[in-house]
């Protein structure tokens, strides 16, 4: 697997497909990694890489990325990271695929970057609805599994500075306020979540406020899997 060095920061990718670019942000919350694709309902590296140049990679401290973790590191951080990865591969514009914790990815990278992302597809983002605590306990697993195997190289003190910029605030998609969302005109194509995790509230929150959003409410079960992934790919073909 290719890896970009940025400073004391390893970022590991994969490229599939050539043709337009498509970046691609795992499922997995803090974990996620190029391997949690394989647990949705289509692989979007399987289903994508015909037709688009599809750049997968592993958030820091996932997956085979690493990457130290310092007091004041947020949602931002990460989005550094992603754009890093662009810059390297020599890619300006592109369209970006995420689920679950890559819908406020997502959002981050339009906010910071608007002018590089052509379209969006959001699958199931995570988001506010009475679950605050899943987040913290989602969150604290993935830090005591890296401070046991990494002790020396992160302190109590950076990861919970992080937990708390990350996940303890009061945003219904975490990152963005709704006033940016509102203002926001890059297209997207949302398609709706239906657990704890992924709110159906989030996906129709985001959809009803972004100016050229649309929702797919049926998507993960029987036929609606094949008629989901050909409204991903319409999509993605009026917006290229």
Known sequence: MPTFTRGDIKIHFKEYGEGTPLLLIAPGGMRSAIS?????P???IDALQ???RVIAMDQRNAGNSVAPVAVGDNWDTYTADQLALMDHLGIDQFHVAGMCIGGPYILNLIK???ERITSALVLQTIGRDDNREIFFAMYDMWA????????DDFSPQAMASLRRAMFDNELPLFCVEDTFIRQCQTPMLVFAGDDIY??????????????????IEEWKEGA???????????FLQSNS
Do not use: C, F, T, V
Not at 204 to 210: E, G, I
């Open 112 to 114: 910071h970057a608007p």
């Open 198 to 215: 992924h709110p159906n509230l989030s996906s129709k929150h985001l959809a009803a406020l972004a100016p050229n959003a649309q929702l």
């Open 36 to 40: 949690m694709w394989h647990h949705g």
């Open 50 to 52: 015909g037709q688009y």
């Open 224 to 234: 609606a899997i094949d008629l989901g992934l050909k409204h991903a790919l319409q």
């Open 42 to 44: 289509w692989n979007p």
């Open 144 to 151: 005591r599994d890296l401070l046991a195997e990494k002790s």
